[in-house]
């Protein structure tokens, strides 16, 4: 790669930079509204973001080969399509984006946005997007790729969008194909720490309460009398018998199936889901969404939630399978490792997306989960990037 200059857009922690400066690239600007995240991004490489790019003339930022950006997604206006002389861009991001490259006309555009861009109201989303670039004088491929780390070994399930776009004068893109054939095996274990070489380790692991919780949902999984286990959510407040005053058709169809087949499982097993109750009211953190199981780790004789890998969310206690960890999130829903009976810890999220061990994450916990859940994975930006400048290349390596 010739040395280039890039800005980094809605910079968060700086996903694309760790990708861009590793390609060659020396960023010559960075915005992003968050403080936290701009504390962040300095303390890391030495540059200080701008804040509200809605603020910034684009006349202010330098000139640069490459604008990147993981651009927060609102819904477009269909007035422009209905009235023909508004811009259905307007008041989004994305159109700070658009004034920029009319200005600046950089050579390359690589933006990342959440899976639903693609199929947001009704596919106009996209073509919206799509035709914009498009009349700003880009090459870009007929239908955003859609990718995650685990299809190349990085254990994160995380799809995402990702827009290359070149300018008409420097050439196009080749078109992107990958097939299942093409998929690298994922394994949590390529990014978990020792815990012997975690700092203050008891922060991380579960407490006494919450391991007998999971043991009493044990006790539930292994011990029910099923051909499969449930696919529907369990709510022990409904594994009882059903109420002859409570009219179910006030609730949606969906409510109303879950509570019948929480129903029917009580009914086949109500010896055993009796003496259970009372067992799992005597744990002080059995209530609410606690009191609930997602059972996702698919159909085994021997489950075992320990084995697995579990998140606390609204909805209840989601197991999934150990093979590669649900999307970080920029809330704190972090997954616990239920080998490790503990919680992923700041530098294992890191390594999720493929930042560098060295990588000094916000000091504050709950900052640098959420920045780890917002930012960008750096070796599928690296990856893309170079598919857009036309290097031919492998896919990535796990954590490379």
Same mark, same amino acid.
Request: charged share 20%.
């Given at each position: 790669?010739?040395?280039?200059?890039?800005?980094?857009? $809605?910079?968060?922690?700086?996903?694309?930079?760790?990708?861009?400066? +590793?390609?060659?690239? /020396?960023?010559?600007?960075? +915005?992003?509204?968050?403080?936290?995240?701009?504390?962040?991004?300095?303390?890391?490489? #030495? *540059?200080?973001?701008?804040?509200?790019?809605?603020?910034?003339?684009?006349?202010?930022?330098?000139?640069?080969?490459?604008?990147?950006?993981?651009? @927060?997604?609102?819904?477009?206006?269909?007035?422009?399509?209905? *009235?023909?002389?508004?811009?259905?861009?307007?008041?989004? &991001?994305?159109?700070?984006?658009?004034?920029?490259?009319?200005?600046?006309?950089?050579?390359?555009?690589?933006?990342?946005?959440?899976?639903?861009?693609? !199929?947001?109201?009704?596919?106009?989303?996209?073509?919206?997007?799509?035709?914009?670039?498009?009349?700003? #004088?880009?090459?870009?491929?007929?239908?955003?790729?859609?990718? !995650?780390?685990?299809?190349?070994?990085?254990?994160?399930?995380?799809?995402?969008?990702?827009?290359?776009?070149?300018?008409?004068?420097?050439?196009?893109?080749? %078109?992107? /194909?990958?097939?299942?054939?093409?998929?690298?095996?994922?394994?949590?274990?390529?990014?978990?720490?020792?815990?012997?070489?975690? %700092?203050?380790?008891?922060?991380?692991?579960?407490?006494?309460?919450?391991?007998?919780?999971?043991?009493?949902?044990?006790?539930?999984?292994?011990?029910?009398?099923?051909?499969?286990?449930? #696919?529907?959510?369990?709510?022990?407040?409904?594994?009882?018998?059903?109420?002859?005053?409570?009219?179910?058709? =006030?609730?949606?169809?969906?409510?109303?199936? $879950?509570? &019948?087949?929480?129903?029917?499982?009580?009914?086949?097993?109500?010896? $055993?889901?009796?003496?259970?109750?009372?067992?799992?009211? =005597?744990?002080?953190?059995?209530?609410?969404?606690?009191?609930?199981?997602?059972?996702?780790? #698919?159909?085994?004789?021997? @489950?075992?939630?320990?084995?697995?890998?579990?998140?606390?969310?609204?909805?209840?206690?989601?197991?999934?399978?150990?093979?590669?960890?649900?999307?970080?999130?920029?809330?704190?829903? /972090? !997954?616990?490792?239920?080998?490790?009976?503990?919680?992923?810890?700041?530098?294992?999220?890191?390594?999720?997306?493929?930042?560098?061990? /060295?990588?000094?994450?916000?000091?504050?916990?709950? =900052?640098?989960?959420?920045? $780890?859940?917002?930012?960008?994975?750096?070796?599928?930006?690296?990856?893309?990037?170079?598919?857009?400048?036309?290097?031919?290349?492998?896919?990535?390596?796990?954590? +490379?």
């Amino acid at each position: 790669m010739e040395p280039f200059t890039f800005i980094d857009l $809605f910079c968060g922690i700086g996903g694309f930079h760790q990708a861009m400066e +590793s390609l060659g690239g /020396t960023c010559v600007f960075a +915005s992003d509204i968050d403080v936290d995240c701009r504390k962040t991004y300095q303390a890391n490489y #030495g *540059l200080a973001p701008a804040g509200d790019i809605t603020k910034i003339d684009a006349a202010a930022i330098p000139a640069h080969d490459v604008l990147c950006g993981g651009f @927060p997604c609102q819904a477009f206006s269909k007035a422009g399509n209905r *009235l023909g002389f508004d811009d259905p861009t307007k008041g989004t &991001l994305f159109f700070d984006i658009c004034r920029i490259l009319a200005y600046h006309q950089p050579k390359y555009v690589l933006l990342e946005n959440v899976r639903n861009l693609a !199929s947001h109201d009704k596919g106009n989303t996209w073509r919206v997007i799509h035709d914009k670039l498009e009349g700003l #004088g880009y090459n870009l491929l007929p239908e955003p790729v859609i990718f !995650s780390p685990h299809y190349v070994g990085i254990p994160q399930h995380r799809e995402r969008v990702y827009i290359m776009c070149v300018r008409k004068d420097i050439g196009d893109i080749a %078109p992107f /194909t990958f097939t299942k054939e093409q998929m690298i095996p994922c394994s949590i274990d390529s990014i978990l720490q020792d815990d012997n070489d975690i %700092p203050n380790i008891d922060e991380y692991r579960i407490s006494a309460e919450m391991e007998d919780l999971i043991d009493i949902w044990n006790d539930f999984i292994q011990h029910i009398k099923v051909k499969r286990l449930p #696919g529907f959510p369990i709510w022990s407040d409904r594994l009882c018998d059903l109420d002859p005053n409570e009219n179910l058709a =006030q609730y949606p169809a969906w409510k109303q199936n $879950f509570i &019948l087949k929480n129903n029917e499982l009580y009914v086949n097993n109500r010896e $055993f889901i009796d003496r259970w109750i009372q067992r799992a009211h =005597q744990n002080p953190l059995f209530f609410g969404a606690k009191a609930k199981l997602e059972w996702q780790a #698919g159909q085994t004789k021997h @489950p075992d939630i320990w084995n697995q890998i579990f998140q606390l969310r609204p909805s209840g206690i989601r197991v999934k399978v150990n093979t590669y960890f649900p999307a970080l999130v920029a809330i704190v829903q /972090t !997954s616990i490792i239920g080998s490790r009976r503990r919680f992923l810890t700041p530098r294992e999220c890191a390594r999720l997306q493929n930042f560098p061990d /060295t990588f000094q994450p916000d000091v504050k916990q709950a =900052q640098a989960y959420k920045q $780890f859940g917002n930012a960008v994975n750096v070796s599928l930006v690296k990856y893309f990037a170079r598919h857009m400048f036309g290097e031919a290349q492998e896919f990535p390596v796990c954590c +490379s």
